[in-house]
């Protein structure tokens, strides 16, 4: 059991194998939050945690309260115009303009297990043997609302995911604000830990103290991001990769939201989750509830790395579809980088041939295949194949690829239409834009007005008979553009503001169909490569394009921040031709190989192209990348050296599988250096009392010896560049139990 409840002093502790989290109902019949962080015991109350002093100048509850003041109370789900300053969890507008909210304890209820939202992603535990749920209910009399805050908690795996709902009765209002999860702290002792960049230069680590003020990432764009990651950690000062006190929250949603942290004049913390306010409203008509999408929390005194772990094991069990999680994922060639747009049958056959002969597993057709689309100006929204490049149709390359035992994967970008187009003549009115105004082009395409449920079934037709036809086994799904002159043609004036959730909510709907009619295709998001890498879109999509950088030096970068808070299979990392694309690099194939082995391992080049030598390395990766492929995809992940922590300009991750049996370490140099210090690697997570080899070699060490002493690796000194170059290499040390 995982929910303890005094009734007596409505007291609600919640606790998981590792935290305890604990509030109260509060004299003025909220709840306000106590404790969050290593696991204590249940009592009966917690007197001195609610222990409370008195400041001056601050409001009280009552004249005969003056020791509550909401100001210095720490609160479960924040209103705003009582006397607290902060910024609030939620605010609703009532139908004479009024903000000000009085919800009052009712009750609580609590289940087994936890199902799933209707039409929002979300956690959920179905065999209902895995979570407990608590249900709070609070109800403001004087306007007939109802707000229910939602806790599961995940006992295994430390999790608690938390959302709310607001029903109205009997009067309409408008949810103007309405965050999945607030979390007030008492002091202010972080950094704050989060994932930022931009196109080509996605979730980069960034560490920040927490400061006086508000500290928040965002987006505006109805899309989760390149610019910020919704998943961010607030870690103690000197916490890092192997001990230390830290959270983590992360948000299952796909559009705008808001992660704000403030530190208030007494230093202590609000960290709020949720849509981004601006650029919201939603109105709840009588008989009608709101729900927010959910959001989730977890704590460890360990460290980053077990932080990681504990969030990978969660994602597996209990958000990813579990047709796909903890399934192997087939390694594939994709064409973008390899022929761009510019392909027929005859182009593109001589690849499927070549990479079928290295062992690759699955031919994805990129963009280019449908309409008449030779260049970026046409044919989005037109899903039928382009007998051009196609005169057997895509069902006749689908069979080819198929008959060679390959799967076939297709890409489409759903939510697009370009003006030059079969769609747009026939429905101009489906492209979103506002009267009057000029439109704003990008990447030559427009959105396509996914609030508009004719648009959602028009798309769930066209790519079902694709499907069909094609025998699909893979989509990958783009989205290359954000929404500008955000305007819904069927919205009345006063739900405008619900546009951009709506949205959301269209390829939701879309992408729930469509897993839903064709459980066997594997879907992998994508937007410009990271641009809406969240939970939201992993609840359908197992994995997503990590990026459109695949260069191996910017991919540690990228794919090291990425794995604070996601798991490897959620990733697509591909070996690219050199010099790249998107830099201009050169770096060996084998560095390309070993950076993209941490994820799910796939190749972007022309392979006609390529000399024999490296070929035959392919096929090497490919083996071993088979071989080893689980322990890839799902092993437990480990920085032992990140881009943020290393002097040294050399970086270690290692996964290490369930019984510590085996381990592969790689080893990554950027720049060599003259005379370099002597470096050892540290395996970390081995079982000290196992004995193991190194790369098949004699020699056995314990694996306290591997961890403790380390493992000599000498650097890459080779004076033939041309061959081994120093600069950009790789060494991967497969420890395996002797
Ligand atoms: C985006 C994707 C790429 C590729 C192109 C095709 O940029 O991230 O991988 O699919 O679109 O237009």
Redesign the pocket.
């Known amino acids: 059991m995982s929910i303890h409840v005094n009734e007596e002093n409505k007291l609600f502790h919640l606790q998981t194998a590792h935290t305890s989290y604990i509030f109260k109902i509060l004299e003025n019949d909220e709840a306000g939050q106590l404790y969050y962080g290593p696991r204590i015991p249940v009592k009966d109350d917690y007197k001195n945690l609610a222990t409370r002093e008195e400041h001056d100048c601050t409001n009280t509850l009552t004249v005969d309260q003056p020791d509550f003041q909401l100001e210095l109370i720490k609160r479960e789900y924040a209103s705003f115009g009582k006397g607290d300053y902060r910024y609030p969890a939620y605010q609703l507008t009532f139908h004479n303009g009024s903000r000000t909210t009085e919800f009052r304890y009712m009750g609580y209820s609590i289940t087994k297990g936890k199902k799933r939202l209707k039409d929002l992603p979300s956690t959920f535990d179905d065999a209902g043997d895995d979570a407990e749920t608590l249900d709070l209910a609070f109800k403001d009399e004087y306007d007939h609302v109802m707000m229910l805050l939602h806790y599961t908690i995940f006992e295994k795996e430390d999790v608690i995911v938390r959302s709310a709902t607001f029903s109205s009765f009997c009067t309409d209002i408008m949810v103007n604000r309405a965050m999945s999860l607030e979390l007030d702290l008492p002091d202010a002792n972080y950094d704050m830990v989060q994932f930022s960049g931009s196109w080509s230069r996605e979730r980069h680590m960034i560490r920040t103290p927490l400061r006086s003020g508000i500290q928040s990432i965002s987006s505006l764009r109805t899309a989760s991001s390149h610019q910020h990651n919704p998943f961010f950690m607030l870690a103690r000062p000197n916490t890092d990769n192997n001990q230390g006190g830290v959270f983590g929250f992360n948000f299952i949603y796909s559009g705008n939201f808001l992660d704000s942290v403030e530190v208030d004049q007494f230093d202590t913390t609000r960290v709020l989750v949720g849509i981004n306010p601006d650029e919201f409203a939603w109105k709840v008509d009588d008989g009608e509830t709101f729900q927010t999408p959910e959001a989730i929390m977890t704590y460890t005194d360990k460290g980053f790395n077990q932080l990681s772990h504990q969030l990978a094991d969660f994602y597996q069990k209990h958000l990813i579809n579990p047709h796909f999680a903890g399934k192997e994922r087939p390694i594939l060639i994709n064409n ?1 980088e390899a022929t761009f747009m510019d392909f027929n049958e005859a182009k593109l056959m001589p690849i499927v041939d070549k990479a079928h002969e290295l062992g690759i597993e699955m031919f994805v057709l ?2 280019g295949w449908f309409g008449h689309r030779d260049d ?1 100006h046409t044919s989005l929204g037109d899903w039928f194949v382009d007998e051009k490049k196609f005169e057997n149709g895509i069902d006749g390359f689908a069979k080819k690829v198929h008959d060679k035992g390959m799967k076939f994967g297709l ?1 489409f970008e759903p939510e697009m239409i370009s003006i030059e187009s079969k769609l747009y003549e026939e429905h101009p009115d489906w492209m979103i834009s506002t009267p009057d105004r000029l439109i704003t082009p990008a990447r030559n395409q427009y959105v396509l007005d996914m609030t508009r449920q004719e648009v959602v079934d028009y798309l769930f037709d066209h790519m079902s008979a694709i499907i069909k036809k094609t025998k699909l086994d893979y989509i ?1 799904w ?1 989205m ?1 553009r954000n929404i500008t002159e955000m305007f819904g043609s069927q919205l009345k004036h006063d739900r405008q503001l619900e546009f951009g959730h709506r949205y959301i909510l269209g390829v939701y709907q879309l992408y729930a169909r469509l897993t839903e009619a064709f459980p066997e295709v594997l879907f992998e998001s ?1 937007a ?2 990271g641009g809406r890498f969240d939970l939201g879109m992993m609840y359908y999509a197992p994995q997503a ?1 990590c990026s ?1 950088d695949t260069d191996a030096v910017e991919r540690i970068y990228i794919q090291d921040g990425t794995s604070y808070g996601y798991q490897q299979s959620m990733w697509g990392a591909h070996v690219s031709a050199v010099p790249n694309d998107q830099v201009g690099r050169l770096t060996p194939i084998a560095t390309r190989a070993a950076v993209a082995y941490f994820g799910d391992l796939g190749y972007e080049l022309d392979v006609t192209k390529l000399p024999q030598e490296e070929l035959d390395q392919i096929k090497e990766q490919v083996a071993f990348y088979k071989k080893h492929r689980r322990l890839f995809q799902f092993g437990k992940f480990y920085r032992i050296d990140s881009p943020d922590t290393a002097t040294d300009n050399v970086y270690d991750w290692e996964v290490v599988n369930d019984d510590k049996s085996e381990a592969i370490l790689a080893r990554f140099q950027i720049l060599n250096g003259p005379n370099p210090a002597y470096i050892r690697t540290y395996f970390t997570g081995l079982d000290p009392e196992k004995m193991y080899t190194i790369n098949g070699g004699d020699e056995k060490f314990s694996g306290a010896e591997l961890m403790n002493v380390g493992y000599f690796v000498p650097r890459i000194m080779e004076r033939k560049p041309e061959k081994d170059p120093s600069d950009f290499s790789a060494r991967i040390l497969v420890a395996k139990e002797a």
């Open positions: 973008w990129d963009d970026d890409w990958k783009d290359n994508c410009s490569g394009w459109d």
